[in-house]
């Protein structure tokens, strides 16, 4: 028997909590009840002057970021336009259906006169993966590490070629030191300490000068970052660094594995592809 709905319900007054109409097993309720967000308050307290108009509250700025990376959600404005028109998200950041949502703007404000050039990121972020590894959901026993090229907002044309000196690899003063000891070891004389004046070109984007022109086989060339991360086996962050394109992989892992083991916990197996390959890396995460 052919059935029409009506449309009547659209306008129906109906008496309901938020909640009810949050599925059990949405990712956000796992999140609230797995995160206990209230040591925010103690973190950016005194960012916030004691006078003045009343805040938006810097839980609800944090979780918003929360619901764009966690959901993929391309930009602050697309987040804000879903969180107004979703049941979860509103239950989420503790907002009902008649109060009105921050502007997208208000976080980029708030980043801007509060939280730039501060570590409340950072901390947010171990603090978070803390709570995580306590509750038995991140395993930093093995690191998974890898790096990967984002385009800089550069036009690739509008550069300036420098003459740089070479950095010297992290690892060259604790090679010779070992060459010397073995050297010595066998009643010869310590060799010279090395004069490193190599020279060579680069170029320096003069829109984004903190990013490196990225040169990769036959792939575009570009300005770029490289973005270095450390996970663990459930997907887990344990820690990133972020640094020029130009910089090879293996000159950042020393610095991102030292991260992980100071601010997570000792990682007792490395798993990297073959860029990583060399007699240093193999000697160093012995």
């Not at 790096?147 to 420098?162: D, E, W």
Request: contains cysteine; proline residues 4%.
């Amino acid at each position: 028997m052919l059935s029409k709905h009506s449309k009547d319900q659209r306008e129906q007054l109906e008496v309901f909590a938020l909640s009810e109409l949050v599925p059990e097993d949405h990712l956000v309720r796992k999140i609230e009840e797995a995160m206990d967000f209230s040591f925010i308050y103690e973190k950016v307290a005194p960012l916030y002057s004691s006078k003045g108009r009343p805040s938006i509250d810097p839980v609800v700025l944090i979780k918003m970021v929360l619901i764009q990376y966690v959901f993929g959600h391309r930009s602050m404005r697309e987040t804000i336009k879903r969180i107004e028109t979703d049941v979860a998200y509103r239950w989420f950041i503790g907002y009902g259906f008649s109060e009105k949502i921050p502007h997208f703007s208000t976080f980029s404000k708030n980043y801007e006169r509060r939280f730039h050039d501060t570590d409340l990121f950072e901390t947010i972020f171990y603090k978070i993966l803390r709570q995580a590894m306590d509750l038995g959901l991140v395993d930093p026993s093995v690191a998974f590490i890898d790096g990967t090229h984002v385009k800089a907002n550069a036009n690739k044309k509008k550069f300036v070629k420098k003459i740089v000196r070479k950095e010297t690899r992290a690892y060259q003063e604790q090679l010779d030191r070992e060459i010397n000891a073995d050297r010595e070891a066998n009643g010869k004389k310590p060799l010279k300490p090395r004069q490193c004046s190599e020279e060579r070109e680069i170029k320096e984007s003069t829109t984004d000068p903190e990013s490196g022109y990225f040169v990769k086989g036959e792939r575009e060339r570009l300005f770029a970052y490289g973005f270095h991360t450390a996970c663990d086996r459930n997907g887990f962050v344990l820690g990133t660094v972020v640094e020029p394109a130009n910089i090879h992989d293996s000159q950042v892992f020393t610095t991102l594995f030292q991260q992980v083991k100071e601010r997570v916990a000792k990682t007792h197996t490395v798993a990297v592809d073959a860029g990583y390959k060399t007699p240093f890396m193999a000697n160093f995460i012995c």
